[in-house]
């Protein structure tokens, strides 16, 4: 097809900023799992938007933090940097409440040299928390650093479409890469731990989500109804036992919220069942976590 306009748009930032809110607000579903935790995201996710004759495949990543100390951590901002080599359009997103600091100031600024000739805007977001007075100070701020910023409430939805029509308008003519109503490239299996691993960093507090990873074991689909086996890795007994909880309650809290969200995902029925295993060391092991690199497209 003649006409047909095709752009890769990086969703970039401090952790917590925002990215996975605003993707699952753009493409309007949950692709991308949202917590108010730091260092959410741990693998690239994309989420494909058609429209007119456009296609826009937006890539949210993980936080990029300056100093990563540990393997996972440094893996994961390795992800988000190595994910603007092909990218057309960088998208930074800012959470407007938090200062604007040295870290992020050096990372702007590397931006710019570094990936120059990349088109990039800045995304204030979380503009619901602040004042119409505030708001105008706070882009002030940020003028220096990129030609084009946007205001935006990736939680109301506020000022995507602004965003959207510009994104669409600065997409080159390139022939489509995906299906017109393809959402994600995303294996469903993974989506599915990812919802698992969501509803473990919302009931358990403190360091040990970070300590936890899941895994999709089986999948199999009978008379309509799937069953599914997940594995929590943990790293000791001392986890295991947080995990399933006083008379497993903890780990069937879990699978219930779980088990909801996946259903309508997959939009069937759903027979969930969790597993908690021990596997030490997984986070220091590049090889444990080696299926974050997942292949894109
Ligand atoms: N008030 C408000 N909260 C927001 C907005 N956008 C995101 N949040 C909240 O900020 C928190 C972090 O959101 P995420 O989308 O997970 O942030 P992230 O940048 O993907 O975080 P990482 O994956 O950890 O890097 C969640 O509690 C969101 O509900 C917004 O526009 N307004
Ligand atoms: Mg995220």
Redesign the pocket.
Not at 13 to 24: C, V
Not at 32 to 41: A, F, G, L
Not at 60 to 63: L, R
Not at 125 to 129: A, E, H, P, R, Y
């Given at each position: 097809m003649t006409n047909q306009k095709t752009i890769t748009v990086s969703i970039i930032?401090?952790?917590?900023?925002?990215?996975?809110?605003?993707?699952?607000s753009i493409i309007g579903q949950k692709i991308?799992?949202?917590?108010?935790?730091?260092?959410?995201?741990r693998t690239v996710i994309d989420g494909i938007l058609t429209i007119n004759n456009t296609q826009m495949i937006f890539c949210?990543?993980?936080?990029i933090f300056r100093d990563p100390g540990k393997t996972l951590e440094k893996s994961i901002v390795k992800t988000a940097w190595s994910n603007l080599e092909n990218t057309d359009l960088v998208l930074v997103?800012i959470?407007a409440t938090r200062k604007l600091d040295e870290d992020l100031e050096s990372i702007l600024n590397n931006l710019n040299t570094k990936y120059k000739k990349i088109q990039k805007a800045i995304i204030l977001?979380?503009?619901?928390?602040i004042s119409k007075d505030k708001q105008q100070e706070i882009e002030g701020l940020y003028k220096n650093f990129a030609d084009k910023i946007f205001k935006?409430?990736?939680?109301?939805g506020?000022g995507i479409e602004g965003l959207l029509a510009w994104v669409e308008e600065v997409a080159p003519v390139f022939p489509w890469i995906h299906a017109e109503d393809d959402l994600t490239t995303i294996p469903i299996k993974l989506l599915a731990s990812e919802i698992t691993r969501e509803k473990i960093f919302l009931k358990l507090s403190k360091e040990l989500p970070y300590e936890i990873n899941v895994e999709t074991e089986s999948w199999k689909e009978k008379d309509g109804k799937i069953e599914i086996h997940q594995s929590i890795f943990v790293k000791k007994e001392s986890q295991k036992m947080i995990v399933i909880g006083d008379k497993g309650s903890m780990i069937k809290a879990i699978g219930i919220e779980a088990r909801k969200e996946i259903e309508e995902l997959a939009g069937a029925k759903v027979n969930l069942q969790l597993f908690v295993k021990i596997r030490k060391n997984w986070t220091e092991n590049p090889e444990a976590y080696k299926y974050l690199r997942m292949e894109q497209g």
């Open positions: 930032g401090y952790p917590n900023a925002g990215k996975s809110t605003l993707l699952n991308s799992i949202v917590t108010p935790k730091v260092q959410t995201t949210d990543t993980p936080g997103i959470d977001n979380k503009l619901d928390l935006i409430s990736a939680l109301k506020e």
